[in-house]
């Protein structure tokens, strides 16, 4: 089974292609291609492609400071400006490959194959890449689609339980923001850590094109968009005081439960909004898969995970910008005023979220 669709931006239309088993046969389309790749594939990497610069997928590597090494290491090896960039690995890949081919010589079209569940269901369309600045995260960035995104789920055989996870916690924010339809046909496909491929190749299709309806909508983050930070501003503050021991996956889903905390504290009742009730259950199913949870969250300073939550690119001037649920169960922004009240209420929220998994 295979399927295509393609996206379209403000740069022109790109393609996404899935299909299991799909790498055997790209991989021989690489030659003469600059490839940045994760480590993880260096023993394993197809002969007749094209020689990576492999790059060790860590958070501390998708910083700004880390860039100017992978473009000397690109010009050394003879890129210029009507080469190729294809990245080949998961989130941490895409984002220093996204970032290099949108200023390398003013720009290079590039090829994303994406290697984790959470790239395969979210963030290898869209275009965006997110760069670690010193202690913050995703600071600086740019938009640059693209020009194919190949999904082979055959990848996820590479990935620990907690990996799986973490992605699919993501395919099932963005379902459930994109609306009722888009998150029971999530559900249809009883996602799981150890889901078929088959299921899972359905899964990332509905993820992807319930994706690429905010992001033609609003491609630059302007409006619609924005509610694809659903759980972000709690997760990134909850994976920041961890220093990362909580995947990013992980993170979101935390802060989808914190943001459901914070408004039943502001006694918004859910009772009546069945959605809810079964997004809660299964992200707390998602995260019995990661053993790190119940270790690290105990750990967590309260004081670091609000200080971080409070500087947020997202708030303004006079206001926090929080994503939460409405009472009739739509995914909403919110933006509640920038007093220690509010403050407050997000640390009550964490806190009740951190106990519940004591």
Not at 18 to 37: K, L, N, Q, T
Not at 39 to 44: T, Y
Not at 220 to 233: A, C, I, Q, S, W
Not at 235 to 261: K, N, R, T, W
Request: negative net charge.
């Amino acid at each position: 089974m295979s399927a295509s669709f393609s996206v379209q931006s403000s740069s022109g239309e790109y393609s996404v292609h899935v299909e299991a088993g799909g790498f055997a046969r790209w991989a021989g389309e690489f030659a003469g291609s600059a490839v940045i790749a994760d480590q993880f594939f260096r023993s394993a990497w197809p002969s007749e492609a094209a020689h990576p610069v492999f790059v060790e997928a860590l958070e501390t590597n998708k910083a700004l400071e880390a860039s100017p090494a992978l473009i000397e290491q690109m010009r050394r090896g003879g890129a210029n400006r009507s080469t190729e960039l294809v990245a080949v690995g998961g989130g941490i890949i895409q984002d220093l490959s996204a970032f290099i081919a949108s200023v390398y010589m003013r720009g290079l079209k590039w090829t994303y194959v994406p290697t984790t569940v959470l790239a395969m269901v979210d963030s290898c369309i869209g275009g965006k890449s997110s760069i670690n600045v010193g202690p913050y995260k995703n600071l600086v960035g740019t938009f640059h689609p693209p020009e194919r995104v190949l999904v082979d789920p055959e990848f996820v055989h590479t990935l620990p339980p907690d990996q799986r996870a973490s992605g699919l916690i993501e395919a099932v924010k963005i379902c459930f923001c994109h609306g009722e339809e888009s998150f029971a046909k999530h559900m249809s496909f009883e996602p799981s850590v150890d889901m078929s491929t088959d299921a899972l190749e359905g899964l990332i299709l509905n993820s992807l094109r319930s994706k690429k309806w905010f992001i033609e909508i609003d491609e630059f983050d302007r409006k619609e968009r924005l509610l694809l930070n659903f759980g972000h501003t709690f997760g990134h503050a909850m994976e920041g005081a961890s220093h990362f021991a909580i995947a990013h996956g992980i993170g979101v889903g935390l802060g989808i439960q914190c943001a459901i905390a914070m408004q039943e504290r502001a006694g918004v009742d859910y009772s009546a909004v069945p959605s809810v009730t079964r997004l809660r259950e299964h992200l707390r199913t998602m995260m019995a898969s990661d053993a790190t949870v119940r270790s690290v969250l105990p750990t967590l300073d309260l004081d670091d995970v609000l200080d971080r939550i409070g500087s947020d690119k997202k708030h303004g001037k006079d206001f926090y910008t929080f994503i939460l649920i409405a009472p009739d169960g739509r995914v909403e922004l919110a933006r509640l005023p920038r007093t220690p009240e509010t403050l407050e209420r997000a640390r009550s929220a964490v806190q009740e979220v951190v106990e519940s998994y004591a």
